[in-house]
């Protein structure tokens, strides 16, 4: 029913990249902020969140998109809830079965996958109006987008907080880590630094383009 | 004070492991309802009730998988669970006082995606709390949940009479200033263990 007007708009580059940069589920749309701070006190950590999530993510949001013509409009958002529940419950044992390091050290935060509002999010606003290969690629876009930012904050706080990347010393023996960064306060810091460096590039673009606009008036 | 006590597990959720500030649960409501002071209040009484009534139900669920050799369906069935409870909750204040519904709005529906309360739910499994203990444990998840929506609320008003440059308006600052209030929950780590 909602195939007819989105078989006109193809599948572009951009359904990809929008998740990873222009709509960053973390940066910008301040979603799933839960594990993004919570999970990322090593870089290795992050990547195992980050991915078990793209995971969650793609499967959902094809299941989704394959059963929008039969879900009813009024039961929509538990059916969505029930089928990423069942595919972190996958993750969940997945993830215990390959690396219990990973599993010990993500605790109750794996299960909690379920509670991300950008899956729920995607599920909601796209995989139930678009054909399934293009909320796979969508929904891929944003899953690399938040595992993008994941790592941002997780090498971050690595570095500063423990002064190693993902497990290698960085610096020499005299360093002295900041304790702090791996600790919640931490978390809250680094999102916040993320945060105003972006805020301030994208001021610094913005009064380019005046300028620039000025410029060209003046000569015109 | 032993571990087990049921002070101890109150006063652990409410200021020693808050779940805002120290598990990063809930922090959807605790950045989008802050921003006054009764609203936050409000929204801050009703997730406790969520919290009370869904620790309960998930305590009496867990019995019964737990019986029947079903675990691997808990996630599944706490989410249901919690989805029932604030339906529940919404019914029964839409009943008892509509004034204070109309003034909830939008935010108790909100609350069914809220992770503090699905990692109540999974916390208290974890721990093998007794019914008791899921009582204490989740009146001092919800009372903390509540003190530092407060907090971060008073701080908030405060903020909008202050003069921030004009790049870290907004989240930045908001952030900021949420991890100074984890900073000072830090303080209360010495009073116990996890």
Request: charged residues 10%; aromatic residues 12%; glycine residues 8%.
């Amino acid at each position: 029913m909602a195939d007819l007007p989105h078989k006109t708009t193809p599948i572009t580059l951009d359904t990809f990249l929008r998740g990873l940069w222009k709509e960053n589920p973390v940066f910008v749309m301040l979603l799933g902020l839960c594990p993004a701070l919570a999970v990322t006190n090593t870089t290795f950590n992050a990547l195992g969140m980050g991915l078990a999530t793209l995971f969650v993510l793609v499967c959902s949001s094809a299941l989704v998109s394959l059963l929008r013509d039969y879900i009813p409009k009024q039961v929509r958002i538990a059916s969505y809830i029930v089928i990423i529940a069942t595919f972190v419950t996958i993750v969940d044992y997945g993830i215990h079965a390959i690396s219990l390091e990973l599993y010990n050290a993500l605790g109750a935060f794996i299960q909690l996958i379920v509670a991300n509002c950008v899956i729920l999010g995607r599920a909601e606003s796209y995989a139930s109006k678009n054909r399934v290969t293009k909320s796979i690629i969508n929904a891929a876009g944003m899953g690399f987008g938040f595992t993008f930012a994941l790592l941002c904050l997780g090498s971050v706080r690595e570095i500063l907080g423990s002064g190693t990347l993902l497990g290698y010393p960085l610096f020499g023996e005299s360093f002295q880590p900041w304790v702090v960064m791996v600790l919640p306060p931490g978390g809250f810091f680094v999102i916040g630094t993320w945060l105003l460096l972006f805020a301030w590039l994208k001021e610094r673009k913005q009064r380019k383009i005046t300028r620039q606009e000025e410029a060209a008036r003046a000569t015109g | 004070m032993q571990p087990d006590d049921l002070s101890f597990i109150f006063l652990n959720a409410f200021i020693i492991n808050n779940f805002v500030l120290a598990f990063f649960l809930g922090l959807c409501p605790f950045l989008g309802v802050s921003a006054k002071l009764d609203t936050a209040w409000n929204m801050g009484l009703a997730t406790m009730f969520v919290m009370l009534v869904s620790s309960l139900c998930a305590y009496g669920v867990n019995m019964l998988l737990v019986e029947f050799n079903l675990e691997f369906l808990r996630l599944i069935c706490y989410i249901a669970v919690i989805a029932s409870a604030v339906q529940l909750v919404e019914i029964t204040i839409k009943k008892l006082s509509p004034a204070m519904f109309r003034a909830l709005g939008i935010f108790l529906p909100l609350i069914t995606t809220n992770c503090a309360i699905l990692g109540l739910a999974l916390f208290q499994t974890f721990k093998e709390y007794n019914f008791l203990q899921c009582l204490a444990y989740s009146a001092g998840a919800g009372a903390g949940f509540t003190l530092a929506l407060m907090l971060m609320a008073g701080l908030r008003v405060k903020l909008d009479l202050a003069d921030v440059p004009s790049i870290s308006q907004g989240s930045a600052i908001s952030f900021m200033l949420a991890g100074i209030l984890s900073l000072t929950f830090m303080g209360f780590a010495g009073l116990g263990g996890h």
